[in-house]
């Protein structure tokens, strides 16, 4: 889910700064927090964003909601003392793990903290206000439903990179120029990685003819395209059906027709289309004739892209993306770079293995392999668990100065070919033992990649039956990270694996 770009991320230091002012006397005054507060802020791309809290309080209890650019969401668990304040707000990526949100009033401001699961700290101020940051545009009537046609893309996952996971609003021309250098000479485009995404925080305002212009971030989207097709790759962009992106940039409501057009005219080859702020406007059950309507925009220019859906999972896109003209479509909420999120959307996946297929694939997010928030064998894992699963493989990570390492686990031959088997068949867990599970693929050469994960706080020995693979007699087993050959075994394979680590296999019968 969004995490919002307004605020700065601060450190420890800081954090204890503003903490421990809440004890200051001269911060106390016994105040009514009802009604609003709003922060704002332009950022050096000349956007800006705004968050208004919306406070009732009765007692010392506080409730409310907050209202983001992308949506609202609701106060619980919320109080005061006059003095500081504490409240939760459930994010629709997680229901399990609240953001926490506490803060010091001081007159007409509050000093605010929030701490979103998977991420740092975030302060902001925010002030007494009667803004309301407005309503919403009226709704434009929906098109009736129809099939848009394949637009022959994506025959295996998409692979590439993605700005978002690593740089988030500190995206640019130059950072973009430098990521397609890297990635021409480092092997990764040779090994496929061909898509360089650039996510939310591109946008600038429209021109008087409503046509959408790049930021100052961005002086020439051609040019910059341009420079990526001379390195041999593709340019993805993003975009959101509502007025506003999840980072509180121009979207494309209303310019549906008119933003893809634009970007054909650039050379655009893939786009990524959040949700964010159409929430405001539609529904749930709206989703899909909302998507249908840049499918079908994109199929008008003629160029071929690669359509892109960001929308959480909600409303079960894998059952329609297909039908709106969509390669792909997100299965989970916002990927962190860490173990705990990694397990929790990861091995969720095993409903939706008979939705994937060539030109249609579940994306279960981007990569977060080499940002350094998880170690290597939990990396290996995310990498095995997404070549299962059939998903896009897009490095979210700064592909400039990768260790050696990530630069292993990204590019391992063996582990991409799996993903990219053109049989697209999706992995099924196959069979759990507490923490510890085997997932399988069946790949088109007839023989099958099989994950022995351990998901447990300890290393633990994990097993594949050669029965639960629906096999007998005696196989090869090929493993996929140490690249070594053990032949002929009989029954099934035990292997040691290391905590939130992966032996990543390929059977074959031996004939
Ligand atoms: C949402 C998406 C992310 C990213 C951000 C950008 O949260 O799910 O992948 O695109 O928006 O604002």
Same mark, same amino acid.
């Given at each position: 889910m969004p995490r919002s770009l307004t605020a700065k991320l601060i450190g420890p230091p800081l954090l204890w700064f503003l903490l421990s002012a809440a004890t200051f006397p001269s911060a106390t005054s016994a105040a009514d927090l009802t009604g609003r507060w709003l922060n704002e802020e332009t950022v050096p791309d000349g956007n800006t964003t705004q968050i208004v809290i919306v406070f009732q309080q009765t007692g010392s209890h506080l409730g409310g909601k907050i209202i983001f650019s992308w949506g609202e969401l609701r106060i619980s668990n919320g109080s005061t003392d006059g003095k500081t304040f504490k409240f939760d707000l459930m994010t629709p990526a997680d229901d399990k793990n609240p953001a926490k949100y506490e803060g010091t009033i001081q007159g007409d401001e509050l000093q605010v903290i929030s701490h979103w699961p998977g991420n740092n700290n975030t302060a902001y101020t925010a002030k007494r206000t009667s $803004?309301?940051?407005? /309503?919403?545009p009226a709704r434009i009537a929906l098109p009736a439903l129809h099939p848009v046609p394949y637009n022959g893309l994506a025959a295996t996952p998409p692979m590439g990179w993605n700005s !978002? %996971?690593?740089?988030e609003g500190r995206v640019s021309d130059a950072v973009v120029r430098e990521i397609a250098d890297a990635m021409a000479s480092n092997g990764m485009r040779d090994a496929g990685y061909i898509y360089i995404n650039i996510d939310d925080t591109w946008e600038g305002k429209r021109d008087a003819a409503g046509n959408i212009q790049s930021n100052n971030k961005f002086p020439d989207m051609k040019a910059l395209a341009d420079y990526v097709h001379g390195k041999g790759m593709k340019l993805g962009i993003y975009s959101s059906p509502g007025p506003k992106t999840c980072g509180g940039y121009e979207g494309s409501y209303g310019h549906e027709q008119q933003d893809a057009k634009t970007y054909a005219q650039w050379g655009i080859d893939y786009l990524k289309y959040d949700w964010c702020s159409a929430g405001r406007i539609y529904r749930n059950e709206d989703l899909r004739a909302v998507y249908q309507k840049m499918g079908d925009a994109l199929q008008a220019t003629g160029r071929p892209i690669v359509y892109s859906l960001c929308e959480y999972g909600m409303d079960d896109p894998w059952k329609w993306g297909p039908s709106v003209g969509a390669n792909l479509w997100r299965t989970t909420g916002d990927i962190t770079d860490h173990w705990s999120a990694l397990d929790y959307t990861g091995? @969720?996946? $095993?409903?939706? @293995?008979?939705? @994937? @297929?060539p030109g249609h694939w579940n994306d279960p997010d981007m990569l977060e392999v080499g %940002?350094?928030?998880?170690?290597d064998d939990e990396y290996r894992a995310h990498m095995s668990l997404w070549a299962l699963l059939a998903a896009p493989l897009l490095a979210g990570n700064d592909i400039r100065t990768m260790s050696a390492a990530t630069r292993e686990i990204l590019l391992n031959p063996e582990v991409v070919a799996v993903d990219q088997d053109p049989a697209g068949h999706q992995a099924k867990r196959i069979s759990k033992q507490g923490d510890l599970e085997v997932w399988a693929r069946p790949l088109s050469d007839g023989f099958q990649a099989v994950g022995l994960f351990n998901r447990s706080a300890a290393t633990a020995q994990v097993t594949v039956r050669w029965s639960d693979l629906g096999l007998s007699g005696t196989q090869d087993v090929r /493993?996929? !990270?140490?690249?070594k050959t053990t032949a002929s075994v009989r029954d099934g394979y035990s292997q040691l694996v290391p905590i939130h680590g992966v032996v990543f296999l390929k059977i074959v019968p031996v004939k």
């Open positions: $803004n309301t940051m407005g /309503d919403p !978002w %996971n690593h740089f091995f @969720a996946q $095993n409903d939706l @293995a008979p939705y @994937a @297929a %940002n350094g928030g998880m170690t /493993d996929l !990270w140490t690249h």
